[in-house]
């Protein structure tokens, strides 16, 4: 019988008796017989026969191999290729598992980077100092490309496995974009400030062997707020890709206006910069004299004319809205102009300005002119004093009723009666003369006589005959020189209706409510009248020439419940 066991020599039949066991290992001195035993397996041979009851055993042979212990390395890839990356960033992380698939510990001694670019890569790993048999672990490797073209290099992990050190090969391109700008600069014609210009274009394109990556686009610099952008520029910009930037100019000064338009974005000298300018061109109002001031001057009569320029001291057209008299005494000033409705840049116009005051005493007004300038309206003060003529005085020599509805009589009026001489004079009699003289009327305080340094007061009432404008004149008849003063009167008759009706027999009632319509069966359900009319008397000055009118009445109690409608009546309003 034979038993083979790598390393020894062992007759298991014999193990009972120590001088019959024979044992040497492989790494011993052999035998002449051992030596010429095939490489391998050592293999040690024993024969031995006995008898047992007269029965003849044959040899037979057991062989024994004992298996080896050790770690082995498996990795997951031996290659990793990270494509383009731009220069400046990081890839994500190509990982490798690294898996013991031994039967004994791995033990890591160290993992590295080597090769022609290792600073272009990096590996982070979760591996302990040892794995276990059947453990695994992985190893996360980036490329971050410190500059274009191919970069390689090899990830090297060292251990005590029987190859002692593992490698995985790293490739990675480095790519860059890069930008053109076309142009370079942006110039804007003159223009008129607060106005918009036509938009000028900017292309980027994208001229590198990467993807472009835009972060912003932005107008920047000293007069950043009289430029504008839109533009077509997505976040990414593919190579040999282009993209527009659209600027326009809007000046809010006058002068040169400079900017930037900025773009940031990931290619080198970032961030790409277009330069932006322009001249914003403004008005400027200038007035020769800001203050006019009028001797005295007679009441009822005219000044000679005082002049103030109004230049334009800017770079655009002074464009002019109006030119009128404002203030307390307006009516007793008067303009002319040149000016018409522009004045070129550099050119002048004149404001001419007389007096004729309405009464005695100091009167201000001013010259207010609209425009487009800075500062605009521009105004003129205007004083003057109004002096009382000698002799017989009226004060104000006109007066102006306004809107009144036919048939109506306006609130009174008064024009003060002056004495302005030292001695006393005789009035003999007031008279109103004019085309409507019939449409005003006069009360007065003024007797047969006034006393120097006296006054009197004359009262005019308006109840215009009839629509559209309505004028006349008022005379003081006295004996003093330069006799008849006058004064004007104006005003303008409103088309109107006039209800009247007779007052309900009831007792109890608070007044009356008025409805009207265009039509008949028509009428509103609102009253004319805001509260309830006391009277017996209705005008209804809002009305139009041509028209016909319907109206109702209706009676309200004290407690505030209306009576049902009263017959309907029409009016026709007469065209004017």
Known sequence: MIITQEGHRFDPWAASSAQNVSTRTARTSRTPAEQR??????????????????IFLAPCELSFSAASTAPTVSLSATRLSFGDVTDGTTSVAHAVKLKNIGNAT???????????????????NNCAKSVAAGGSCTIGVTFAPLTTGLRTATLIITDDSAQERQTVSLTGVGIVPAV???????????????????????????????????ANVAITGTNAGDFAETNTCSISVTVEASCTISVTF?????????????ISDNASGSPQTVALSGTGTAPAAGLSSAILTFASQAVGTTSAAQTVSLGNTGSAPLSITSITITGTSAGDFAQINTCGSSVAAGNTCTISVTFTPTASGTRTASVSVSDNASGSPQRVALSGTGAAPAGIGLSPASLSFGSQPVATSSALQTITVSNNSSTSFGISGLAIAG???????????????????????????????????????????????????????????????????????SSGILGYNVYRGTASGGEGSTPLNSTPTSGTTYVDANV??????YYVLT??????????????????????
């Open 435 to 505: 085309t409507n003289s019939g449409d005003f009327a006069e009360v007065t305080t003024c007797g047969s006589s006034l006393a120097a340094g006296a006054t009197c007061t004359i009262g005019v009432m308006f109840t215009p005959s009839a629509t559209g404008p309505r004028a006349a004149t008022l005379s003081v008849i006295d004996t003093a020189s330069g006799s008849p003063p006058t004064a004007n009167f104006t005003g303008t008759g409103n088309p109107d209706v006039i209800l009247s009706w007779s007052a309900s027999p």
């Open 106 to 124: 791995l033990v890591i001694e160290n993992f590295s980077i080597g090769g022609i670019n290792p600073g272009d890569f990096a590996q982070t």
């Open 37 to 54: 035993q095939p490489v391998g397996a050592k293999t040690s041979t024993l024969l031995l026969s006995f008898a047992v009851l007269a």
């Open 555 to 576: 009676s309200v109690s004290s407690s505030g419940v209306q009576s049902a409608p009263s017959n309907e009546t029409e009016a026709r309003v007469p065209s004017t």
């Open 544 to 549: 139009t020439p041509g028209t016909t009118y």
């Open 180 to 214: 053109s700008l076309y142009p370079t600069q942006l110039s804007f014609a003159s223009r008129s400030a607060g106005t918009t210009s036509a938009a000028q274009t900017v292309t980027v394109m994208n001229v590198g062997i990467g993807i472009l990556e835009i």
């Open 250 to 262: 809007t000046p809010t000064a006058n002068g040169r206006r400079t900017a930037s338009l900025s």
